[in-house]
C-alpha cells in the first residue's frame, strides 16, 4: 500500500550522470564531470626522469604541481603533435590531482546509467578494466572511462 501511494511500483530509479566527453584519435571518450576540476590550454611541462612514457612531465597550474598524463601513450595509439585545440583535462581522483592530455574537450553530455552498455568482449585500444560502459548519444558512440581505475594503474606505474 506504502509503495503504491509513493507511486514507484514496479520503477527502478535511473541515474542521470554526467561526463565530460573529448576526442582521441578520432575516437569519442568521456570521464565523470564530478572528477574534472577544470580544462586548461597544454603550456610548459617539465619532464621528470625514468617516468612511465605516458608520463609526461609536471606543469605549475596556479602554483599546483600537477602530473601530466599522456591518453594517446597510454592507449597505444599513434602520436600526434599538440595542436590548437590540444587541452588539459585537471581532475582529482582520490585527493589527487592530475591532469590528462586530450585532442580536444568536446560537451558535457548526459547518461541514463540503466542505458549504458557494459565494455564490449572485444579488443579495444583502452583496456576493458578501464571502461565503464559504451554510451549511445545522438548517434555517437561513446567510450565512458573508470578515471578511478585508470588511476590505480598509473600510481603503481609511477610510485
Do not use: W
Not at 541515474?15 to 569519442?28: D, G, R, S, T, W
Not at 598524463?69 to 582529482?92: C, I, Q
Not at 568536446?106 to 542505458?115: A, T
Amino acid at each position: 500500500m506504502d509503495d503504491q501511494k509513493s507511486g514507484v511500483v514496479g520503477q527502478v530509479a535511473s541515474e542521470i550522470k554526467q561526463f565530460v566527453c573529448f576526442k582521441l584519435a578520432n575516437e569519442e571518450y568521456a570521464i565523470d564531470i564530478q572528477l574534472v576540476q577544470e580544462v586548461v590550454k597544454i603550456h610548459k611541462m617539465t619532464s621528470i626522469p625514468q617516468m612511465p612514457e605516458f608520463s609526461l612531465g609536471v606543469i605549475n597550474n596556479r602554483g599546483n604541481i600537477i602530473p601530466v598524463f599522456d591518453l594517446r601513450k597510454k592507449f597505444h595509439l599513434s602520436d600526434k603533435p599538440f595542436g590548437p585545440e590540444t587541452r588539459l583535462l585537471v581532475a582529482s581522483v582520490d585527493n589527487t590531482v592530475i591532469s590528462l592530455v586530450v585532442d580536444q574537450v568536446l560537451d558535457n553530455v548526459k547518461f541514463d546509467m540503466s542505458q549504458v552498455d557494459p565494455a564490449p568482449a572485444v579488443k579495444m585500444n583502452v583496456d576493458r578494466e578501464y571502461i565503464q560502459g559504451l554510451g549511445e548519444l545522438e548517434g555517437r558512440m561513446i567510450v565512458i572511462l573508470d578515471l578511478q581505475k585508470m588511476h590505480e594503474f598509473i600510481m603503481k606505474e609511477i610510485v
